[in-house]
């Protein structure tokens, strides 16, 4: 009963922080109904597509707690100045770079045609253009899943993590992380698994697109610790600058790509896809800004534990994907299922050791 009234307290305390992703809700769904009857000309085409941006929306939202967790974490350690950046530029980026301009990119690369023809694919032959998405998918999910695999590997494999939700195994991991290169090694290996499992063409696909995703790792974490640094040594930017900034950025892109992908299976319009993902877009951010202004990973033990393992599903998933259909609302329920018992373990933990975190606070202080 604890668990329930906590929640409730939880909700009420916190509408606030989403009063613009309401309202973009409302107007989303507006559009999409309007969609639904301009294109069908009857009711039952407008009903039709505005369930359909509901049911994306969900889908988003349900995909991305540990994306908002994440954000979160990296955004506390960032200048206000970058926040805000982060907060604002991040979610144009965020609904027009991942859901407008990154499929169409995907379409006009792969069929080896111009942005303006890969428009016109994709409103006068939406079919056309689905099928070219969904012909990317390999790569796309190699690309993603590794990144994502990396994001995780480097949270737990860590000397300096102290704190363990599930002790048995996270202990072992962070004394293993003195190991050089132990993440890179691991992801490696489940990519040779993954690649032998596929055909010869699909193999070479995945094989590319999973090595440039572990690169692209590697490019944006050491490319953002220069640009911090410099920034620092130049006192412009402290910590947690452009280069967290450009980071986030490519781990919000990574976290797009399955929901994207799987958008296809209920619509093949563009621009309705645009709004149902825009819709959980904009909840991600005011999760983000809210887990910020509260200082929630702070409070609560094991919240951010949950979101990485998570990840870690979520990147095991993707690579699954080359192999056999797993619907993504499987994926959203297993990250919501982790990220809910991790901050349950949280509750307990703060109700069992009351004072945890000023006892923390002056030990780091000593």
Known sequence: MWIVISFQRVVMANLRYFTWAFLFTIVGLALGAWL??????????????????????????????????????????????????????????????????????????????????????????????????????????????TFLMMVGMKYFFNVEKDVHWIKVLES?????????????GIVLVLILVFSRQLPQGEADTFLTAAIY?????????????????????????????????????????????????????LSTNLFVIAIGL?????YVRSMTIMLVEKQTLGRYRYLEHGAFYAILVLAVIMYVQTLMHIPEVITGLI????????????????????????????ARER
């Open 36 to 145: 639904g009857y301009e294109t069908t000309g009857n009711i039952e085409g407008a009903v039709s597509v505005f369930i359909i941006c509901l049911v994306l929306g969900i889908l988003e939202i349900s995909l991305s707690f540990d994306n908002a967790i994440v954000n979160a974490r990296i955004l506390r350690d960032m200048t206000p100045k970058w926040q805000h950046r982060f907060l604002t530029w991040g979610i144009i980026i965020a609904v027009f770079g991942m859901r407008i301009i990154f499929p169409l990119a995907v379409v006009a690369i792969a069929a080896w045609i111009d942005p303006i023809s890969a428009i016109r694919l994709a409103i006068f032959q939406p079919a056309e253009y689905a099928r070219i998405i969904g012909e990317a998918h390999t790569g796309i999910a190699a690309f993603g899943g």
């Open 172 to 184: 072992r991991l962070s004394k293993f992380a003195s190991v050089q290169g132990v993440e890179i």
């Open 213 to 265: 995703g572990l690169l692209t790792f590697l490019a944006v974490e050491g490319l953002g610790e220069v640009l911090d640094a410099t920034q620092e040594q130049m006192n412009t930017v402290h910590k947690g600058g452009l280069g967290a900034f450009i980071y986030l950025e490519v781990l919000d892109a990574s976290f797009s790509f399955d929901g994207v992908i799987g958008a296809f299976a």
């Open 278 to 282: 825009g819709i959980g877009a904009f």
């Open 335 to 362: 990250g919501a299922a982790l990220i809910l018992l991790s901050l349950i373990s949280s509750m307990r933990y703060n109700r069992a050791n009351p004072g945890w975190q000023e006892a923390e606070e002056d």
